[in-house]
């Protein structure tokens, strides 16, 4: 049975459970569930142990494996230019929808009321998370980081990769023999790394049923209710862009066969889906593009690491309705000029994101601060907090998707000869 079978059984299993537990008002089982989470947890502990060794050797060969630092230079900039085109497009699909639709104009003044005091205390801690936040100097400055050591031990992707990306560039010019030496050693690390990472994927399948039992067990299908028109409109949203610009993408640039890749790289985004994190799946990721798709190790080690970080499509488009919501509940009226002004400050406040769960909402306070409407931050996070994590899940699952994606978009525009073993090719 298929790696990612196993995945989807053990969430379907969890969910059903999850659900029992709470429509069926089982304390017992909620309070089982939520004490073998440890399970899920640790599993995540495990495969997130993995990254920094990973990261750092596989990106570092591919890098140095390219031999010329023209060709560094030409896939950066292409990977640079997808992550933030496709970024806009997820923004301006949120806008469209939330335009359209109007999640917000349907909202009952009781259910506002109710949200904001159950999730207001919550809310205010987000909002002094995101008052703390560094300036965008001070963001860009961090990039490159005065100890690669410190980065690494904070699981800090961007200053490391920025770090390895330089290093391995340098070992290009550096003697043959000495470079060889310095390969080498992450060959194995790389090689010992992949080797983990299948040990440790053979408890995913447990680990996704208790994550996801725990999560619809506690996560009240009453306040879903409530926000059902808001959470159609994101979900919605993701699936046209995942489904949508992400087969254009595909069909068309990639030259695959979508109806063919989304199930042969299915099992990264269910991880995804099940940990919330495009760090914690980011192993996973790099074996199914090297192994189900066929993608080159020096192109996989460089778009997906990155795109793990910067590449956050399915947050900003969260992020876009999520604005437009809060506007309509208030009755502030978004200008075209305001919601061009959204569509920028969402793209770049995405590739602000960290990889990690409900990152996307210190970047929303960004972005409603940057229409003006910083007096309603904290009471618009309490109205859609209590929903925010199952978004977070499918939100990061399109994060990976399109990780997945631009690696194939720019190996073929490399030249690599994708699909030929799984016959994804179209």
């Keep these: 049975m298929q790696l990612y079978t196993k995945i989807l059984i053990g ?7 999850g659900a029992v537990a709470n429509l069926g008002g089982l304390v017992w089982l909620q309070n089982l569930l939520g004490g073998v989470e440890i399970l899920g947890t640790a599993f995540i502990n495990l495969i997130t142990m993995i990254v920094i ?13 390219l031999g010329d630092l023209s060709k560094l230079g030409r ?4 990977t640079l230019a997808y992550y933030m085109i496709t970024t806009a497009i997820a923004v301006t699909i949120g806008l469209t929808l939330a335009n359209v639709i109007e999640p917000g104009s349907g909202v009952a003044p009781e259910t506002t009321a109710e ?25 860009l400055l961090r990039v490159i980081p005065r100890n690669p050591v410190r980065a690494a ?10 770090f390895t990306i330089c290093f391995g560039a340098a070992l290009t010019v550096i003697a043959p023999k000495r470079r060889d030496a310095v390969l080498e050693f992450f060959h194995g690390i790389n090689e010992a790394s992949m080797t983990l990472i299948n040990w440790i994927m053979e408890l995913a399948p447990y680990a996704v049923f208790v994550l996801i039992g725990s999560v619809v067990a506690n996560f009240g299908f009453d306040l879903l209710q409530s926000l059902l028109v808001y959470t159609l409109v994101v979900v919605a949203g993701l699936m046209i862009h995942a489904f949508g610009t992400y087969a254009i993408i595909l069909r068309f640039f990639a030259r695959l066969n979508p109806a063919k890749f989304y199930p042969t790289v299915a099992a990264a985004p269910l991880l995804a889906f099940s940990t919330s994190s495009s760090n914690a799946t980011l192993p996973l990721t790099i074996e199914t593009a090297e192994e189900k798709v066929g993608i080159s190790n020096e192109v996989a080690s460089f778009v997906l690491p990155l795109g793990a970080t910067i590449n956050m499509d399915g947050t900003a488009l969260y992020q876009a309705v999520a604005v437009m919501f809060i506007a309509q509940i208030y009755g502030v009226d978004l200008a075209l000029a305001d919601q061009l002004v959204i569509v ?8 602000g994101a960290a990889g990690v769960p409900s990152a996307g909402i210190i970047t929303l306070i960004i972005v409603l601060n940057s229409v003006g409407m910083g007096q309603h ?10 929903v925010d994590r199952i978004l977070d899940m499918i939100r990061t699952s399109v994060n990976v998707t399109g ?20 016959g994804l090719a179209r």
Excluded: H
């Design 11 to 17: 969430l379907i299993a969890g969910a059903v459970v």
């Design 53 to 65: 060794p990973l990261v750092v050797a596989s990106l570092l060969v591919g890098t140095a494996s």
């Design 75 to 78: 896939i950066g900039g292409k």
């Design 115 to 139: 949200l904001t005091e159950r999730y207001g205390g919550d809310a205010a801690s987000r909002v002094n998370i995101a008052e703390q936040a560094p300036s965008w100097q001070e963001t």
């Design 153 to 162: 031990a904070d699981m800090d992707l961007l200053p490391l990769i920025f």
């Design 344 to 351: 920028l400050t969402a793209t770049l406040a995405s590739v």
């Design 377 to 386: 931050v904290q009471a618009g996070i309490a109205l859609i907090l209590g």
């Design 403 to 422: 990780d997945l994606t631009c690696a194939a978009f720019i190996a073929r525009t490399e030249g690599e000869d994708l699909g030929g073993v799984k």
